[in-house]
């Protein structure tokens, strides 16, 4: 059974920083890409950040990119998102998430914006950042 679990969230304030971690069971991290989406209610979700599992080729929203530092430790099968400088409207919760992550879009590969692609889910932690 695949499983992953995520931890880390908590409450901040803007400017501050969080690390989340996903652990993953039942499968190793070369099998798949996996990342973190972000979901505030009454939005949709967006994919934040991802690495891919066989090469560890990164990708970031342009929402985060130079503020988050997404990094995977094969030997604990886990997956980090480092939160740097957060702001009030990184708050949600953060699914870690695995499956198909990336699209080809105008010759490069992207974030897809579709979250019906993954194939496994964590519940998710909640991050609050306060202004």
């Known amino acids: 059974e695949v499983q992953l679990a995520e931890s880390g969230g908590g409450l901040v304030q803007a400017g501050g920083s969080l690390k989340l971690s996903c652990a993953v069971s039942?499968?190793?991290?070369?099998?798949?890409?996996i990342g973190w989406w972000h979901q505030v209610p009454g939005k949709d979700s967006e994919g934040v950040s991802c690495?891919?599992?066989?090469?560890?080729?990164?990708y970031y929203s342009d929402a985060v990119k130079g503020r988050f530092t997404i990094s995977s430790d094969s030997a604990e099968n886990t997956v980090y998102l480092q939160m740097n400088n957060l702001k009030p409207e990184d708050t949600g919760v953060y699914y870690c998430?695995?499956?198909?992550?990336?699209?080809?879009?105008?010759?490069?590969?992207?974030?897809?914006?579709?979250?019906?692609?993954?194939?496994?889910w964590g519940n998710g932690t909640l991050v609050t950042v306060s202004s």
């Open positions: 039942g499968v190793t991290l070369d099998d798949y890409t």
């Open positions: 998430a695995a499956g198909g992550w990336l699209t080809y879009y105008n010759g490069a590969y992207v974030l897809n914006p579709s979250s019906h692609d993954m194939r496994y």
């Open positions: 690495i891919k599992g066989d090469d560890g080729t990164t």
